[in-house]
């Protein structure tokens, strides 16, 4: 939870400074507050996040990605927020090496992935999703279902990002939470001991404080 909340804090503190601290002209900021809720992330961290963002004290977050190879062959792609890329991408590196792994050269594994924004609602009490989601092809989406939970999930190109924001929000549609992802194009089948490796880059990578998403091409 406390890993949520750090991440989540970034991403604020990097749309604060991007498009100013208020939410109503800020439409990456209002989803991220939107995202915090989500994660029960509570109103006084959010308030403490933009506050920070518009001290001239604070550090200057930066979204780097790195690419690399864990064994066998499987595509990484790591992103962090940081404020001080020799630090972070020390510590990536270390994650690759230590483990039988390799960090490669930035885009080298772009091919390999594809990015979406996923923006998720809650079912409306009127909802029929197959006429919803031919109305929203024309807005850069491609995938609409519901999970488990009965919430609405709604994959879209990356670049469809803030005219699915506005539909959504013109249509005062409850969004729960609107991200951002990297899903591979081809996917690697491993054995539990093949799998075990590639973990071991995983976790580590998932336990640096800089690092905000890790995306590979295992298959589930």
Do not use: W
Request: net charge negative; aromatic share 8%.
């Amino acid at each position: 939870m406390a890993r949520v909340f750090t991440r989540i804090g970034k991403e604020i503190d990097i749309a604060v400074k991007a498009g100013g601290p208020d939410p109503d002209n800020n439409t990456r900021l209002r989803i991220l507050m939107q995202n915090a809720k989500a994660a029960n992330m509570p109103k006084e961290n959010v308030e403490r996040a933009i506050k920070r963002a518009v001290s001239k004290d604070t550090s200057d977050y930066k979204e780097v990605v790195y690419e690399g190879y864990a064994p066998h062959g499987i595509a990484i792609v790591v992103e962090t927020a940081t404020d001080n890329n020799t630090r972070t991408v020390a510590n990536v590196r270390h994650a690759f090496s230590k483990y039988g792994g390799s960090l490669g050269t930035s885009g080298s594994l772009d091919f390999m992935f594809e990015r979406k924004c996923i923006f998720k609602i809650n079912k409306p009490a009127s909802f029929d999703i197959e006429e919803f989601e031919l109305e929203m092809i024309d807005h850069g989406v491609d995938e609409i279902f519901e999970d488990e939970e009965g919430v609405i999930n709604i994959y879209g190109s990356f670049e469809a990002y803030g005219n699915v924001q506005k539909f959504l929000e013109e249509n005062k549609l409850d969004i729960v939470s609107g991200e951002f992802e990297r899903i591979p194009t081809d996917t690697k089948e491993l054995t539990e001991e093949q799998r075990a490796d590639v973990n071991k880059i995983l976790d580590k990578l998932e336990e640096d404080d800089d690092v905000t998403n890790v995306y590979h091409n295992i298959k589930e």
